[in-house]
């Protein structure tokens, strides 16, 4: 209803569940996988205008 209106931010720490679990603290890696797919995955059958953005997060000293 709000098609472009709304703007759906993810931030998401690591690339593997050991990384997430560092850097987030929970232990939640898959649960949050698959939610953000299955966000995804509404957004395509449907065909909403909803921008979905994920900024993937990792320790400066893991990029070097």
């Known amino acids: ?3 472009e209106k ?5 931030s998401f720490g690591g690339f593997d569940r ?3 679990d560092q850097i987030m603290g929970v232990d939640k ?4 996988v698959a939610n ?3 966000v ?5 059958k449907t065909g909403s205008e909803t921008r979905i953005e994920i900024c993937l997060r990792n320790p400066v ?3 070097r």
């Open 40 to 44: 995804v995955e509404a957004k395509r």
């Open 1 to 3: 209803r709000y098609g």
């Open 29 to 32: 890696y898959e649960a949050v």
């Open 61 to 63: 000293a893991e990029c």
């Open 18 to 20: 050991k990384r997430y």
């Open 6 to 10: 709304l703007w759906i931010h993810v």
């Open 36 to 38: 953000v797919r299955h």
